[in-house]
């Protein structure tokens, strides 16, 4: 297993402290020290590379390996001999026991996406709807019904629903209100009001606790399933800078593979920095947002193609000269004025561009290089990377990822649930 331990390095933890630390207090910092390192490796890793990298002694591991495994936290692989001693037995997160829900809503479809432990995704449903200025209550009243038939067809496949995350393109305080969502019409709406929990607990016939119901940023969810490759596990890269693309433009910037939300959580509103005073008003009531150029509906309005277009057929209409090419160039344009500014202001060298921009990429590319080259200071010193996100609705898996990071931080809540 000396690959595994190569795997720990990065996520070396110093031993536990003990002192002024009651028995169960240290027992739950250490299952979540064990957790922890056993997630966060890039391939099953034995007690011994975990005993190494935490500082606990074998037996203490051995201990709280045993009791993550009979609570369906962690899963053992079938032996393997390394070298000269005893077999060494892989573990890795559980398959099909605790699973986490994310749910979305988007001006152009509501999702529900169950994941369990391992990242695997369970169960999934997308109904495609138009939402903007939608009536919230009734919105959430769908999507609850969406989100308890997701689990009850999936009853038999997990054992435990560790948490819900709900994903909305808006401005989201600290207690989970939708402040402000203006591609949905939304203002002042607190979501858990209208979702169900003890209703969703229920929903796949098992028994426990209702789940915590959480609310957070769709783009700050999006850019955490970027920035893991499952829960707990850190994916290639951790300090980026995320845009989200729909109707509207979100953003986030993620450092050491969390998403910087700021001090009240609103942090990487891109879509709403100013391209041009003088431009055309945005549905936030300002004039020359971002949105207003590089979002989907005013994208395919300047390219003169239906406001049904696929993202995939915009970007084939710009590869011959018309007005498709024009627009994608001037949002290439709108796109490399925004992230100038982002860069110039944060120091991110990284910035990856999701949702409707995936495919659009190549063509976007020329424009915005060029204006990163005029306005960025540091351009002479600084190559800053474009690069397409992932597709499938990443903002439905980092919202099931956040639930399950409760599981990985905190394991010794759900040893008596799963």
Request: glycine share 12%; charged share 20%; aromatic share 4%.
């Amino acid at each position: 297993m000396v690959k595994a331990m190569t795997a720990l390095d990065d996520v070396r933890t110093d031993p536990p402290a003990t002192v002024g630390v009651g028995q169960a207090a240290l027992r739950d910092q250490n299952l979540a020290v064990v957790a922890t390192l056993a997630f966060a490796a890039d391939e099953p890793v034995s007690r011994a590379a975990i005993a190494a990298a935490s500082g606990l002694t074998r037996s203490t591991v051995s201990r709280l390996v045993d009791e993550l495994l009979a609570g369906g936290v962690l899963r053992e692989l079938p032996r393997q001999v390394a070298g000269r001693g005893r077999p060494a037995t892989p573990l890795a997160p559980a398959r099909g026991t605790l699973v986490g829900l994310g749910l979305e809503v988007s001006p152009s479809y509501l999702g529900a996406r169950l994941v369990d432990l391992s990242g695997d995704v369970v169960a999934e449903r997308v109904l495609p709807a138009h939402l903007e200025r939608s009536d919230a209550p009734e919105v959430l009243g769908r999507l609850g019904r969406l989100a308890a038939h997701v689990l009850a067809e999936s009853a038999d496949d997990w054992t435990a629903l560790a948490g819900v995350r709900l994903a909305v393109p808006g401005l989201v305080d600290s207690a989970g209100r939708v402040l402000r969502a203006p591609n949905l019409g939304w203002r002042e709406v607190s979501p858990t009001d209208h979702l169900d929990a003890a209703a969703l607990a229920v929903a796949g016939g098992h028994s426990g606790p209702p789940p915590a119901v959480g609310v957070g940023n769709e783009a700050d969810f999006a850019a955490l399933a970027h920035a893991l490759d499952a829960p707990g596990r850190p994916a290639g890269s951790a300090n980026f800078f995320y845009v989200s693309a729909d109707i509207g433009i979100g953003g986030a910037c993620v450092v050491d593979g969390v998403p910087a939300r700021g001090r009240h959580g609103w942090a990487g509103e891109i879509g709403h920095t100013l391209v041009d005073p003088a431009g055309p008003q945005c549905t936030c009531g300002a004039r020359g947002c971002l949105e207003q150029y590089a979002g989907r509906d005013a994208l395919l309005a300047a390219a003169g193609l239906d406001l049904e277009t696929t993202a995939e057929a915009l970007a084939r209409a710009a590869r011959t000269p018309g007005r498709a090419q024009e627009a994608v160039a001037q949002a290439g344009r709108a796109l490399g004025v925004a992230i100038s500014n982002v860069v110039n202001l944060i120091d991110v060298d990284d910035v990856v561009l999701g949702g409707q921009f995936v495919p659009l990429v190549p063509a976007l590319r020329p424009a915005l290089e060029e204006e990163l080259r005029r306005r960025v200071l540091a351009a002479p010193w600084l190559d800053v990377t474009l690069r397409p996100g992932e597709g499938g609705l990443p903002a439905l898996t980092g919202a099931a990822f956040a639930a399950l990071g409760d599981v990985v931080a905190g394991p010794s809540a759900w040893l008596q649930v799963a």
